[in-house]
């Protein structure tokens, strides 16, 4: 099935450092999210993105829906130990209906 | 914690066996919507109930089925299982399909098939 490109796919970083991942597609989306997934859970939603150029932060999280509409960026400004998990991206398309395409996660895992 | 629970969490099924999961939304919400999520991957759209009718189909065979019940809860149901149907489960509820409307995601539910 149809993924959306999120890299990097796993990356280390020490406790206090910043964070950036990205996600791209090939289709245009009208709505970008990001989700966090731990292991043996549901991703969880973090942020939602309705326009393009947008920039919405939560906490210590800033997303952007970038301009072309065909991807989405994501900060995590001072991270922590309990950032660690898999973070997902998902545009959001209509074809009838409303589903989500979901990317291929980016693993992060926080050194103390 | 976002009030969309399923059952049961794990499950071990045999190949060719029948299987049903389920789903509570969380209140209010009117549409469900299924993924399967291999491992190492993102979750993949199954199918979407809004108001108990079928309103969206992934790339799934039609052995998956579902159905969605007057109090919006859901089953999702899988025939003929074959060792690729080895997945998480997902089931996500939303109010509506606009602006502000995002999906709320359960647990999921593990399912191995041997």
């Known amino acids: 099935g149809q993924q959306l490109n999120q890299s990097p796919q796993s990356m280390f970083i020490q406790e206090g450092e910043d964070v950036s991942m990205n996600c791209t597609s090939s289709?245009?989306?009208?709505?970008w999210l990001w989700y966090k997934q731990d292991p043996g859970e549901g991703p969880v939603l973090l942020i939602a993105?309705?326009?393009?150029?947008e920039l919405t932060s939560n906490g210590r999280l800033t997303a952007q829906f970038g301009t072309t509409r065909k991807d989405s960026f994501l900060n995590i400004s001072a991270s922590i130990p309990s950032d660690v998990g898999i973070y997902f991206c998902?545009?959001?398309?209509?074809?009838?209906?409303?589903?989500?395409?979901f990317g291929t996660g980016t693993r992060l895992k926080v050194l103390a | 914690e976002t009030g969309v629970t399923q059952s049961p969490t794990h499950l071990i099924k045999t190949r060719g066996q029948q299987v049903t999961l389920r789903c509570s939304s969380q209140?209010?919400?009117?549409?469900v919507s299924w993924y399967q999520q291999a491992l190492g991957q993102g979750p993949q759209f199954i199918f979407q109930?809004?108001?108990?009718?079928?309103?969206g189909r992934g790339n799934f065979p039609p052995r998956f089925s579902g159905l969605q019940f007057p109090n919006y809860s859901s089953e999702l149901n899988v025939n003929a299982l074959e060792l690729d149907d080895s997945a998480l489960y997902l089931c996500?509820?939303?109010?509506?399909?606009?602006?502000?409307?995002?999906?709320?995601f359960g647990q999921g539910t593990r399912l191995t098939v041997v």
């Open positions: 998902a545009g959001r398309s209509y074809s009838g209906t409303y589903k989500y395409i």
């Open positions: 996500a509820s939303s109010l509506g399909q606009g602006r502000g409307t995002e999906a709320f």
């Open positions: 209140s209010g919400h009117n549409t």
């Open positions: 993105l309705y326009k393009a150029g």
């Open positions: 109930y809004y108001r108990e009718e079928e309103n």
């Open positions: 289709s245009i989306f009208n709505t």
